[in-house]
């Protein structure tokens, strides 16, 4: 192992997001204390609580989610194709690296991006509303797997990538969907039943009510179920992100 | 006996019904300035893409220092530090920065490296520009950047892809002095060109590569002797009959006093043909020659201009 070379990209990939703070960390807190004020002021006085939780808490613990995993994933994909794109990878491939150490120290680079985020957030929501936190360790254990698994991801999704209209198309078409439809906003016992089977099949509901549960003691499928869920995304993500490294597809000839 | 810096054996690559590399063999020995000669597209840089792990082989051995560089790739990426062709761009870091990242990457941490980074920004002009990002750099200041981060680890060999395309006269010479200074610290270097002055003042080996094929091989002046031919031409003043029954041995052509030789080594020839003329009482008003060069060389091998 090159224990040197590997926290040295894990150093360089923490500090490009970093140095570009205004792009990178700040953007997700302005964005959510929107959504708490417009939640707060408007829709939060005509719709009811949800599973006893008022409007604006209910959709916090999404909003955390869906934070961590668009950071984890754009850290990754964007770094990687910017590499692809500005001739820089191939000072990593020519280096003493393996592809096993070039993919960890790009997943940790995107999984701290993803906790800054998150833990923002939830930071936010504990100030702004005073969001109680039922199970902070949970809370953390699940925006660690989730930030780990969506940024095994976006490495994938950044190597195969050859362009960013590619990229841009997998999180607008791909993402983003799934974000909003695995229950950010609503908890899925208010749609009809085809919808609800459908998100069973959604991971992100499982991240996201996983996440509801430990903050706010609620959730719509059973939190062991979410746990199981985020160790086995992190899991398979980070062995195909390992493994297509390792066969240089799109990034050696 | 110790194993060449660079052996390689056999090597092919396709790219699809394309072949690249054709059977590729190659040996530098240690301490060597040895150049890869050829036009674009000859393979040159698909030859330095698999040494380094950037491109995959088909068929064939790639060795540094004896070691295979696939199965045994940290120890001989180790070994080379490679100045690519392509300028890289990095948006975020620092050129300084930039150098101690490379430096990591090669199992220097940033402590140990610091000489290294001062001595390189400073021989190659660039100190002043540490703070800079790699957008603010002129064209010839990207260039000696690819060079210092290609020399942070402090490489045993040097590969250098076409190092001085598009830099201007005077940052060629720079070049060219920094490189004869690094091959005079036991330095391997491996430059590809198609610049034929630069292998022909540089390297001490070359190996003419065309259409993934090497052509030849063998020291610039044992090439141009082989394979070049030189011209002579000499004015004289009066002729007599006999004189060019003193010649027989020349190819030459004779036009309104001009006697125009073509010789394999006018070094050798000059003196005997002034010799033979003087025999011949023929009185010898001016001598021209040109030199053979690895153009000439390249011209035969290939029936081609390097740069057609």
């Known amino acids: ?253 | 006996m110790s194993s060449p810096a660079i052996e390689i054996k056999g090597l092919k690559k396709s790219y699809g019904d394309v072949h690249a590399l054709d059977g590729v063999d190659i040996k530098i020995n240690k301490g060597e300035f040895f150049g890869l000669l050829g036009p674009n597209g000859a393979g040159k840089t698909t030859t330095i893409n698999i040494l380094t792990g950037l491109v995959f082989r088909d068929e064939g051995s790639t060795l540094v220092f004896g070691r295979d560089t696939v199965s045994d790739y940290r120890f001989t990426r180790s070994k080379i530090g490679i100045a690519a062709q392509e300028f890289s761009v990095d948006w975020f870091f620092p050129i300084e920065k930039l150098l101690f990242f490379q430096a990591g990457y090669y199992g220097i941490r940033k402590k140990d490296a610091a000489p290294m980074v001062e001595e390189l920004l400073n021989r190659l002009g660039l100190d002043k520009k540490k703070n800079a990002r790699l957008r603010q750099l002129s064209g010839g200041m990207k260039r000696r950047f690819q060079l210092a981060k290609a020399l942070v680890h402090d490489p045993d060999i040097i590969i250098l892809d076409e190092p001085t395309a598009g830099v201007d006269v005077e940052l060629r010479r720079d070049l060219w002095q920094y490189l004869r200074n690094l091959h005079a610290k036991g330095k391997t270097i491996l430059l590809t060109t198609h610049y034929i002055e630069e292998a022909e003042l540089l390297c001490e080996n070359v190996a003419i590569i065309d259409q993934g094929s090497i052509l030849k091989e063998g020291s610039p002046k044992a090439l141009t002797q082989e394979l070049g031919t030189a011209g002579i031409s000499i004015h004289i003043g009066n002729t007599n009959e006999k004189f060019e029954s003193y010649l027989s041995e020349y190819i030459y052509t004779y036009e309104k006093n001009r006697l125009h030789f073509s010789v394999k080594d006018p070094d050798q020839a000059l003196p005997k043909i002034i010799k033979r003329l003087s025999e011949a009482n023929v009185h010898i008003n001016s001598i021209d020659s040109t030199r053979s060069s690895l153009e000439d060389v390249f011209l035969n091998l290939t029936g081609k201009g390097i740069n057609e």
């Open chain 1, 1 to 253: 192992m090159n224990w040197v070379g590997f926290t040295t990209l894990v150093m360089r990939e923490v500090g490009r997001f970093f140095s570009v703070y205004r792009q990178t960390v700040l953007p997700g807190v302005i964005t959510t204390a929107l959504y708490i004020v417009i939640f707060g002021f408007t829709l939060e006085q005509r719709i009811s609580e949800i599973q006893g939780v008022p409007y604006t808490l209910f959709i916090l613990p999404g909003l955390i989610m869906m934070n961590t995993l668009n950071n984890a994933t754009a850290n990754t994909s964007s770094s990687m194709l910017q590499m692809k794109l500005l001739q820089q990878l191939p000072d990593l491939l020519t280096a003493p690296l393996s592809g096993f150490e070039i993919s960890i120290a790009y997943i940790i680079g995107g999984t701290v991006r993803g906790m800054v985020n998150g833990t923002l957030v939830l930071l936010l929501g504990m100030l702004l509303i005073q969001m109680p936190v039922k199970d902070p360790l949970g809370t953390l254990v699940f925006i660690f797997l989730v930030s780990w698994a969506f940024s095994s991801m976006g490495l994938l999704l950044g190597q195969l990538a050859e362009s960013w209209d590619q990229l841009a198309m997998m999180q607008n078409f791909f993402l983003t969907p799934l974000s909003f439809l695995g229950g950010i906003f609503y908890s899925i016992k208010m749609l009809p039943d085809w919808a609800q089977t459908l998100s069973f099949i959604n991971p992100i509901y499982y991240m996201i009510n996983g996440i509801r549960y430990t903050i706010l003691g609620v959730s719509d499928s059973p939190v062991l179920i979410s746990y199981a869920m985020a160790i086995s995304l992190t899991l398979l993500f980070t062995m195909i992100s390992i493994l297509l490294m390792q066969s240089g597809k799109k990034i050696k000839q």
